[in-house]
């Protein structure tokens, strides 16, 4: 493959293989520095490419929108976050914070009336997982907007009444609202991203409900089998058709990621037998995942998102989720200290396989899989979003200070523990549990629960 040496990327690669190189032999300090440049340099460019897809800040343009893909915004100002705590470098900050803004909806819990009629709890949940990733990297709250914790509350509380013990003995659905494809599907993500942002608001505030919802949600998915606390298997999704007797099965790394996060915040939360419960949590998920999405075959440190790069059928969800895991792992060691000897080796090598994609084009596109080391053909924003993502958590062993911080460790995020409380999609199981008392044939049912669903769909279309 033609290289050409010019770009700074691959002068930043040479460094950091040099400095590798020379590692063994001479003063680790100096050779830090020179690798840490090198990495900030190589995520600069990266990001930078990030953000050619990003035309937020442009006239006539909305700020945090991806009409067809609205959680990938989300997606996209995690990294931004990302790459602003550990390089420190706040080129980006005003497009995030602004965009993170625009888009929280008049109630500040992410349900923004252009999008809120065909949300997934998952897409919503990326948004609240970045806002209190915003408030526990210290960005600034906004002047006269919402703060980054009380959106990140808006979100929990919105998620929370949707909590649908009518099927399954509760969960979350997938989908919030009945006309969609998946509303019939209680999945891993919906309910795991739950639990974390559960566990990251209780470590935050120290305030014990938000524990005990954590708590509720894993128990759970444990009760489904969406998660199995001896083997440690994670499931991807269950049907409410069968009531939730059967799995989907198809592995995802974010599934076991969005379950270890939250177990590491629930390990720092808590105290004594719980602690030592969820830090067997913590050690057994992460020892999955190493397992299965870091191959032997590779080295063991490459990360592999194997249900879908083997035959390159990965579409722009998929993409994103090496991204999601490997920015969660750390925070995981972090927060988790025994993990970090463990994490990090697989940060560092994953960033540098990653980087070794990011030659196509002849414009620095990164490619999809990091364990071919070099570009696979494949170009567009998910790719340099994941990519950025493990570049910039990279550099946590050259980082001071890098845990997310609460309530009592520098974090001044405002709280709002009533955010998000004018939102009516909780009531969106209700018609069906007081009907269903009734001995109303289904296709009164049916009505009834249309017509309760299109006068909340009137509801939140004026509103
Ligand atoms: C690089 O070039 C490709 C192919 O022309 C294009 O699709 C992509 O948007 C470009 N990326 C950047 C970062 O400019
Ligand atoms: C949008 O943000 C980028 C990066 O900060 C900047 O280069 C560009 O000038 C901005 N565009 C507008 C219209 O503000
Ligand atoms: C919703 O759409 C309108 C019209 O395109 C636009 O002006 C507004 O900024 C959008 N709001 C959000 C949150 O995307
Ligand atoms: C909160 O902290 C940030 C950064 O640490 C600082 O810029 C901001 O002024 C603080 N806000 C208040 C209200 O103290
Ligand atoms: C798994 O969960 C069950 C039910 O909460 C508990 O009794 C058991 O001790 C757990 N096993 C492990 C290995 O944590
Ligand atoms: C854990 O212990 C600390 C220090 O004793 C205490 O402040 C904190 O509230 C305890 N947390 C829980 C969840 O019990
Ligand atoms: C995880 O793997 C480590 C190292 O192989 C092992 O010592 C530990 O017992 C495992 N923990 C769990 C909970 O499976
Ligand atoms: C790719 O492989 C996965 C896992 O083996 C399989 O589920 C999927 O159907 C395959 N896709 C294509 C397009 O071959
Ligand atoms: C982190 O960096 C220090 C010094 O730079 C080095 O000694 C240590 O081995 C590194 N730790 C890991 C897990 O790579």
Same mark, same amino acid.
């Given at each position: ?190 309910? $795991?991203? +739950? !639990?974390?942002? =559960? %566990?990251?608001?209780?470590?935050? @505030? *120290?305030?014990?409900?938000? #524990? /005990? &919802? ?42 076991? $990621?969005? +379950? !270890?996060?939250? =177990? %590491?915040?629930?390990?720092?939360? @808590? *105290?004594?037998?719980?602690? #030592? /419960? &969820? ?44 991204? +999601? ?139």
């Amino acid at each position: 493959m033609h290289l050409p040496r010019a770009w700074p990327i691959w002068n930043g690669l040479l460094a950091m293989l040099l400095a590798g190189k020379a590692a063994q032999a001479i003063n680790v300090d100096i050779n830090s520095e020179r690798v840490t440049e090198s990495i900030k340099d190589a995520a600069s460019t990266v990001t930078w490419g990030m953000m050619t897809y990003y035309h937020g800040n442009e006239s006539g343009q909305i700020p945090g929108a991806f009409p067809d893909k609205w959680w990938e915004g989300a997606a996209l100002f995690l990294a931004l976050l990302n790459y602003w705590h550990f390089t420190g470098d706040a080129t980006y900050n005003n497009e995030l914070s602004v965009g993170m803004e625009w888009q929280s909806g008049d109630d500040g819990d992410y349900m923004p009336s252009n999008f809120s009629s065909y949300l997934g709890n998952d897409d919503q949940m990326f948004w609240g997982v970045a806002a209190m990733t915003a408030a526990e990297f210290k960005l600034p709250d906004v002047p006269d907007k919402f703060s980054w914790l009380s959106l990140a509350q808006g979100v929990f509380n919105t998620q929370v009444k949707r909590w649908d013990t009518t099927t399954c003995d509760g969960g979350l659905r997938w989908q919030i609202w009945p006309m969609q494809a998946g509303y019939t599907m209680k999945n891993t993500i919906s309910n $795991a991203g +739950l !639990f974390q942002l =559960a %566990a990251r608001l209780a470590r935050w @505030t *120290n305030d014990d409900k938000y #524990a /005990q &919802w954590a708590q509720k949600v894993w128990d759970w998915c444990m009760s489904k089998g969406l998660l199995n606390n001896e083997t440690w298997f994670v499931a991807d999704s269950t049907s409410i058709g069968d009531g939730c007797s059967s799995l989907g099965r198809d592995q995802w790394s974010y599934n076991y $990621a969005a +379950l !270890f996060t939250g =177990a %590491a915040y629930m390990y720092a939360y @808590t *105290n004594g037998s719980a602690k #030592a /419960q &969820w830090l067997t949590a913590v050690q057994g998920l992460l020892n999955h995942t190493f397992e299965t999405f870091f191959p032997p075959q590779y080295g063991g440190n490459v990360m592999e998102e194997v249900a879908c790069e083997p035959n390159e059928s990965c579409n722009r969800n998929e993409i994103l989720f090496k991204g +999601l895991t490997t920015s969660w792992m750390a925070l995981v060691a972090t927060l988790v200290p025994s993990t970090y000897d463990m994490i990090v080796p697989k940060l560092q090598t994953s960033a540098q396989a990653a980087a070794k994609t990011c030659t196509g084009n002849n414009n620095n596109s990164c490619g999809v899989r990091w364990y071919t080391w070099e570009w696979d053909g494949w170009t567009g924003m998910e790719d340099q979003i994941s990519v950025s993502n493990v570049l910039s958590v990279s550099l946590l062993n050259y980082t001071k200070d890098s845990a997310p911080v609460t309530s009592t460790t520098g974090g001044n995020s405002t709280s709002n523990p009533n955010a998000g409380s004018h939102d009516p999609s909780g009531s969106i199981h209700k018609p069906m549990k007081i009907t269903a008392g009734d001995r109303a044939g289904a296709g009164i049912l049916t009505a009834v629960f249309i017509s309760s669903w299109i006068a909340l769909m009137i509801w939140v279309l004026m509103g």
